[in-house]
Every structure is written in C-alpha cells, then in structure tokens.
T-cell receptor, first 115, second 113 residues
Framework: AQSVTQPDIHITVSEGASLELRCNYSYGATPYLFWYVQSPGQGLQLLLKYFSGDTLVQGIKGFEAEFKRSQSSFNLRKPSVHWSDAAEYFCAVGPYNNAGNMLTFGGGTRLMVKP | ETGVTQSPTHLIKTRGQQVTLRCSSQSGHNTVSWYQQALGQGPQFIFQYYREEENGRGNFPPRFSGLQFPNYSSELNVNALELDDSALYLC????????????FGPGTRLTVL
C-alpha cells in the first residue's frame, strides 16, 4: 500500500531563514510526487511535481524539491522564507497515469514564520 | 481558462440528514476526484468519476455516493450524516490522457451538528 509520511507536524522559522520540509513515501512502482500548499480555509495549490529526469525540481514561489530514491524522500526547500509562506504544506504520491487512481497525501506540515 | 469551482462554500447540517455538494471541473478536464480533509489531516480519497461512472473508490462507506454529468460537473452525496463527516470536501479535476495532475477547488466546509 502506498503511504506518505511528513514527520514534522509544525515548523517555525524566522523570516529570511532557509526552510526544509521533510517527506518520505512508500510506493510500489515509480512514484509521481507532488507538493501542495494550503492557506487557511483554502483549497490546495500545486507547488511542484516530479516524475522523472533531474531529481532537483523547481516550483512556484521560489520552492524546490529534491527526489532521493535511495531514501524514498522528496523534501521541499526554500532558501529564504517570506511571511506569506505561512501555510500548511502537503506532500503527495500517486501513479503517473490518472485513470482510476488517486493521490495519497501525508498529514501535512504547518509552517509558521516569525518576523 | 476557468478553474475548479465548488458550491456551497460552507454548510451546516444535523446528524442523520443528507447533503449534496457540487463541483465544476476545470475547462478541458473530464475526470473528477473527491477528497475528504478532516481538521488537521491530509486529504483522503473518496472516489473518482470518469465518463459519468465511478472509476476508483477509497475506503468510504456506501452512504458516500456521487454523480458525474455530461458536462463533467459532479456531485458528492452523503446520506445519514454522522458527526465525523464534518470536514473540508475537496474536488479535483484532471485529464485521464496525461499525467496524474489534479487541480483542486477551494472546497466545501461541512459541519455536522
């Protein structure tokens, strides 16, 4: 069965500091990996995705993520956090093909940004 | 290009009642998936609809049912509401012809009293 673990429920960083959010997955085939962000009361916005190719992927809002197959990880990073980055972040895994298949999400990491 | 829309935004029901939530898919997308997101948790897959038929289902009881219409919009129906059904219900649309990229709507917040 596929699963996603986000070990950190809450993370607090100072504005301007670097950020790394951890994601570990379990998946029986080649995974298609995603990071989504959710602001309070809002839906999910896709930050970035990875299926193949360069293991370091760039996303929107200055985020990047690195796929490490040997560690089953897909950690999200940002060099300098802005106050507007405060939100909940979700890692997800799924098959490449969509038909009949769903995404499996982690429990999320709530990011708080100190001024 | 119109994104995924959902209605209503918020809903309050009492235990035992029935509820219908609605979703309009993004232009060009003919697949709709529904997710339940309880407070403080990640979204959980309920089911997916493609060509007006259920095309995959998560671990939810039969009182969760759905429909998809010829214009690809979709409904989620929940019968015999329970307190634990209180959650944010998210709809996502996608195209079955390409990679599994799902675009989410803003969600419907359901409160069961």
């Amino acid at each position: 069965a596929q699963s996603v673990t986000q070990p950190d429920i809450h993370i607090t960083v100072s504005e301007g500091a670097s950020l790394e959010l951890r994601c570990n997955y379990s998946y029986g085939a080649t995974p298609y990996l995603f990071w989504y962000v959710q602001s309070p009361g809002q839906g999910l916005q896709l930050l970035l995705k990875y299926f193949s190719g360069d293991t370091l992927v760039q996303g929107i809002k200055g985020f990047e993520a690195e796929f490490k197959r040997s560690q089953s990880s897909f950690n999200l990073r940002k060099p300098s956090v802005h106050w507007s980055d405060a939100a909940e972040y979700f890692c997800a895994v799924g098959p490449y093909n969509n038909a009949g298949n769903m995404l499996t999400f982690g429990g999320g990491t709530r990011l708080m940004v100190k001024p | 290009e119109t994104g995924v829309t959902q209605s209503p935004t918020h809903l309050i029901k009492t235990r035992g009642q029935q509820v219908t939530l609605r979703c309009s898919s993004q232009s060009g997308h003919n697949t709709v998936s529904w997710y339940q997101q309880a407070l403080g948790q990640g979204p959980q897959f309920i089911f997916q609809y493609y060509r007006e038929e259920e095309n995959g289902r998560g671990n939810f009881p039969p009182r969760f049912s759905g429909l998809q219409f010829p214009n690809y919009s979709s409904e989620l129906n929940v019968n015999a509401l329970e307190l634990d059904d209180s959650a944010l219900y998210l709809c996502a649309s996608s195209s079955p012809d390409g990679p599994n990229e799902q675009f989410f709507g803003p969600g419907t917040r359901l409160t069961v009293l």
